[in-house]
């Protein structure tokens, strides 16, 4: 899904029509308050926003997005680029800076980036929920096991017998919804990086 | 300064200046009448006393004549010659004292003793044989003098006041009064309504009749102000007036004219540096607006490439319009630019008014439905013919719209209302959107090149639209009434 904004119409529909043609679903809004109020978080997407929009700009309506939790990757256009502009945008955390005109080989590459961006950013998100479920408790078991640690060095770490360890194991391993020590580890890793 | 307050100006200084020379006028007036009246009053005064000198002569006969010869026929003569000569001696007498009784003898007439004259008490204390004493009655014009001739023998004679003054010797109006001590004996009123009264008075010369003359004098404000001096004076007054204010108007006038010329060699000088320093701010402005249809026409080519080889020929012809479009809006603003920077002349024809309406409105209609924004049109007089450079009064009309569409980008239920009717020699044609109007700081500077309140704005489309309007000698102003509104005039072609 590619969300765009720009104020110019003729911009929108062109640009939607290219990424037709490699058929990606793209939504088009022609200001900032527009897409305030159809983003749908249950659709995460890429962001193509120009960077000069009629009462909002590109780069506050970045800053509003991230204010109801939407941080998706987004990728930043403008008319004219000037150096200021760019490191500011860059700031704010866009994947990509482009100048109009914008090549066709360019948006793609930058799409295709922000695209594995989203999935990243997606899976650490689900990684996150998952782990968010365990306890205080069961989360300092976990640091331990993600450390290489067996049950009986956590137990004599924690000072706790070692069937209360295990019986912590077990709820992570149904929480996370693996029993393997390496996939749980992995998680864990992919969350704490 | 306005005319009211000019006029106010003069007429307060005519006012002033009347008022002063009134004043002036006035006081001379008053003035030379006073001493007028001086020297009538002194004249009379000399007369006057002439007068009581005669009375003093005329005793001093008598008191001879008694001296010498008694009561007698001579007496007699003398007397009744000064009676008859002078009707205001009234009364000439003797009085004799012998012991407790009084024989008051009296001559200017056929002789009469009154014997046992009772007033005997009343007889002036006089010791000196040739003094005289004076006395009066209240509210009687006639005074009497006493005249002691010899021990016991008074010569007696009564003066009538209300005939000391002949009528020549007064101005006429003037009032007179003449007293002696605390009595008047004649009062003679100034007439009334007189707005201002002089009042001098001296004593007459004479010993024996210290008689005072008083002389006043009333002022009309006819005589005070007489017309025929004042009226040519008012006159002359209010032409200098005028002329001060004519003079100060010239002067003015020559003033300001000095000033706008001044103004505006420096709105001419300041022009031309705006345009030197702004030929930057165009080209990056230029750039910019450039960029999007640029934009658009490279997507859409690679958008219609890639539907060739998918073999979708709706995405290709659907690229291939948008690209004609495009194209055609790039170069519009190409036109617009040259048309800004050259200025060229006006091809002035006439349309119309509905025709040129509709046609402009072509151009703008797709966009304005493509952004949900309803166009209300009403065109009376359709048939009248409008004088107007069709490509210009399009730009101007297609300006105006872009702006209202911008406007109404964020807003719920967008309307854009347009009317056109003829009024007189002119069409007005009004174009009201229902957006947030023009901010009140903005709206003074909308028709000032490069002044934009669009992020992406050159603003050069409502000076552009302005200078447009006016080669076609018509008018285009700004207003916020609801939303913005816009009203162009243009000439219309005459009825024939």
């Known amino acids: 899904m590619i969300y765009l904004v720009d104020?110019?119409?003729?911009?929108?529909?062109?640009?939607s029509m290219l990424l037709a043609t490699y058929g990606k679903e793209v939504m088009t809004f022609p200001d900032a308050a527009h897409l305030l109020a159809h983003v749908d978080r249950a659709k995460p997407g890429v962001l193509i926003l120009d960077l000069r929009l009629p009462a909002v700009s590109g780069l506050q309506l970045l800053t509003q997005l991230s204010a109801k939790g939407v941080s998706w990757p987004a990728i930043m256009i403008t008319g004219h680029g000037d150096v200021e502009a760019c490191r500011r945008a860059f700031r704010a955390g866009v994947t990509d800076f482009l100048t109009k005109p914008v090549d066709e080989h360019v948006l793609m590459e930058a799409i295709t980036a922000c695209e594995a961006a989203l999935a990243e950013h997606l899976a650490r998100a689900e990684t996150t929920a998952l782990l968010d479920q365990l306890t205080g408790r069961e989360a300092e078991v976990m640091e331990l096991v993600s450390k290489g640690l067996g049950s009986k060095e956590i137990a004599a770490a924690l000072t706790?017998?070692?069937?209360?360890?295990?019986s912590h194991r077990a709820a992570i391993a149904a929480k996370l919804g693996t029993p393997a020590v390496a996939e749980q580890t992995r998680l864990w890793l992919a969350a704490h990086r | 300064m306005t005319m009211k307050r000019e006029y106010r100006l003069l007429t307060t200084l005519f006012a002033g200046l009347a008022?002063?020379?009134?004043?002036?006028?006035?006081?001379?007036?008053?003035?030379?009448?006073?001493?007028?009246?001086?020297?009538?009053?002194?004249?009379?005064?000399?007369r006057l006393a002439e007068k009581l000198a005669q009375h003093e002569a005329h005793l001093t006969a008598l008191a001879a004549v008694v001296r010498m010869a008694g009561p007698s026929d001579s007496v007699h003569g003398l007397a009744q010659a000064i009676g008859s000569f002078y009707p205001r001696i009234v009364?000439?007498?003797?009085?004799?004292?012998?012991?407790?009784?009084?024989?008051?003898?009296r001559y200017d007439r056929p002789v009469q003793t009154q014997s046992d004259w009772p007033d005997i008490t009343s007889l002036p204390a006089l010791a000196t044989p040739g003094s005289t004493a004076i006395r009066s009655r209240p509210d009687d014009p006639r005074y009497d003098i006493y005249k002691l001739v010899s021990p016991g023998t008074y010569l007696f004679m009564t003066i009538d006041a209300g005939r000391l003054i002949a009528d020549d010797v007064v101005p006429e109006n003037d009032g007179y009064r003449i007293s002696l001590g605390e009595n008047r004996l004649i009062d003679h009123p100034v007439e009334a309504g007189a707005l201002l009264h002089a009042t001098r008075s001296l004593a007459v010369?004479?010993?024996?009749?210290?008689?005072?003359?008083?002389m006043s004098r009333g002022f009309r404000v006819s005589e005070l102000l007489p017309p025929i001096v004042v009226l040519p004076l008012l006159l002359a007054l209010a032409g200098a007036v005028r002329f001060l204010g004519e003079y100060r108007r010239a002067i003015r006038a020559r003033r300001q004219e000095e000033l706008r010329a001044a103004l505006l060699e420096q709105e001419t000088k300041l022009a031309h540096a705006g345009r030197v320093n702004a030929l930057g701010e165009m080209a990056s402005g230029i750039a910019h607006e450039l960029a999007q249809p640029v934009a658009a026409l490279l997507s859409q080519s690679q958008a219609a490439k890639r539907a060739m080889g998918l073999d979708r020929a709706d995405i290709l012809e659907q690229a291939l319009d948008a690209n004609v479009r495009e194209a055609k809006r790039a170069g519009d603003i190409l036109g617009r630019m040259r048309a800004y920077i050259a200025g060229g002349p006006a091809q002035i024809e006439a349309v119309p008014l509905e025709r040129a309406l509709t046609e402009a409105l072509r151009l703008a209609e797709p966009d304005l439905t493509r952004r949900g924004i309803g166009l209300e049109t009403v065109v009376s007089s359709g048939e009248r013919l409008l004088r107007i450079d069709v490509i210009g009064f399009q730009q101007v009309i297609h300006n105006i719209l872009r702006n209202a569409a911008d406007a109404l980008a964020a807003q719920g239920d967008p309307r854009i209302s347009i009317r056109a009717e003829a009024a007189g020699k002119q069409a007005v044609i009004t174009i009201a959107d229902n957006g947030p109007g023009i901010p009140a700081s903005a709206l003074p500077h909308i028709f000032e090149p490069f002044f934009t309140t669009k992020p992406d704005g050159m603003g050069l489309g409502l000076p552009l639209s302005a200078r447009l309007v006016e080669t076609m000698e018509g008018s285009i102003e700004a207003e916020n009434a609801g939303g913005a509104r816009f009203t162009i005039r243009l000439p219309l072609e005459d009825t024939k």
């Open chain 2, 205 to 214: 010369n004479s010993t024996s009749q210290p008689l005072r003359l008083e």
């Open chain 1, 7 to 15: 104020d110019d119409a003729a911009v929108r529909d062109a640009l």
């Open chain 2, 91 to 105: 009364e000439i007498a003797t009085i004799r004292i012998e012991g407790d009784t009084a024989t008051k003898v």
């Open chain 1, 160 to 166: 706790v017998s070692v069937r209360t360890v295990d």
């Open chain 2, 19 to 46: 008022l002063a020379l009134l004043a002036l006028v006035g006081a001379v007036n008053y003035r030379s009448g006073v001493e007028d009246l001086s020297r009538s009053l002194s004249d009379a005064g000399t």
